[in-house]
């Protein structure tokens, strides 16, 4: 089914790893630029889940895609990319976290 590009396919929208963590480059990367407005401090903590929320609208809009297929290929990658680094971040986040209280329980342990 060929889709204009004023309109979103219902299939497409959701939730995109890559433009939550990757938001500007996946936009540049995507030639949507309203992720570049994570560029600015302290609004960027609520930017990046407007751009994963919104993302796949934006670059349906702003991409040459003539069917939904081929946009989930491409976004497929993205959104693989952008899974990884989130469960990466996430993960070590909790270790720094763990191993902070640590130093800090024993360091008041041993006052």
Known sequence: MMYNSNET???IKGWNWGAF????IWGIG????LPLLCLIP????????VCGAKGNE????SGDYHDVETFKKV???WNLAGLVAFLFTF??????????WAAIKSILALG
Not at 42 to 49: A, K, R, S, T
């Open 9 to 11: 396919p219902a299939e």
């Open 42 to 49: 302290f609004f960027n903590l609520i930017w990046i889940f």
């Open 75 to 77: 976004q497929a990658t």
């Open 91 to 100: 993960i070590t986040t909790l270790i720094a976290v763990f191993f902070f």
């Open 58 to 61: 934006w670059a349906w809009r």
């Open 21 to 24: 963590m990757y938001h500007y």
């Open 30 to 33: 995507n030639h949507t630029y």
